[in-house]
């Protein structure tokens, strides 16, 4: 009767990687890539805007147009976290009248809201014949532009192929598809107000005081907690 060979301790070398691993890394590059490219045009027009902001307030660099409010209302929407909880949000509502009749809505703030009545005259900022702000008893309520929401979802796609591409090179595991939704679910979350204080940013500029300040605390707080679940969700393997 033969002995054993005694088999001594070894590194064990990372098996490589799947065909299907190779297809996540592959289709997240590839959305990566296409995303970025894609935001280049929308960047450039958005700080194209972002520059006649800056001139506006030595010469006139937006064209302007009269009109009236015509209505105004309040409404609301809820919204679910991963743990079950609702939120509701208040969103406060105006509409005017353009110069060729159509009539166009807009969410303002609450102060801004506060203060228009029906009929009230006020006058419409134009850019590049794009309703960017309204302009009524000497307060003004600025929006951001087409460029600026396109810009903003492009980087949220790009997001989305970096977290592909992240999820091939780093993890690849197969858990279930609640595990995966939950963390993509997650992941995206994450990015949400980053991305769209960045689009604020780069359209209008970095401002400073108290408003920065909850900006970037609510920023800190919602994309702190959807990485605090992200992560929780890896201690298992780690």
């Known amino acids: 009767m033969g002995l054993g060979r005694y088999r001594g301790p070894s590194n ?6 799947s065909l299907g ?9 590839g959305v990566l890539v296409t995303a970025l490219a894609a935001a280049a045009g929308p960047y450039r ?12 307030q030595r010469a006139d660099c937006f064209d302007e147009e009269a009109t009236t409010i015509v209505d105004r209302r309040t409404y609301t929407t809820s919204s679910t976290d991963a743990d079950g909880n609702t939120t509701q949000t208040t969103h406060y509502e105006l509409t005017w009248r353009r110069a060729n009749g159509s009539r166009q809505a807009h969410d303002v703030s609450w102060s801004f809201y506060d203060k228009a009545r029906e ?9 590049r014949d794009e309703v960017v702000g309204v302009e009524m008893m000497g307060r003004e309520a600025w929006f951001l532009p087409g460029s600026g929401r396109t810009l903003a979802a492009w980087m949220f796609l790009a997001l989305f192929g970096l977290g592909v591409l992240l999820w091939g090179l780093l993890f690849g595991w197969w858990d279930g598809f609640f595990m995966l939704a939950f963390r993509a679910f ?25 408003e920065l300040a909850v900006l970037a605390g609510v920023t800190l707080l919602f994309s702190g907690i959807a990485g605090w679940m992200l992560f929780s969700t890896f201690k298992e393997r780690w």
């Open 12 to 17: 064990r070398v990372s098996p490589p990687r």
């Open 45 to 56: 027009h958005t700080r194209e805007f972002r520059t006649a902001v800056n001139c506006d």
């Open 186 to 210: 997650c992941w995206m979350f994450m990015g949400i107000l980053p991305i769209a204080f960045g689009a604020g940013i780069s359209a209008f500029g970095l401002d400073s005081g108290s």
């Open 119 to 127: 009929g009230d005259p006020a006058r419409l900022r134009l850019w």
């Open 21 to 29: 691993r190779w297809i996540t890394i592959a289709l997240g590059l």
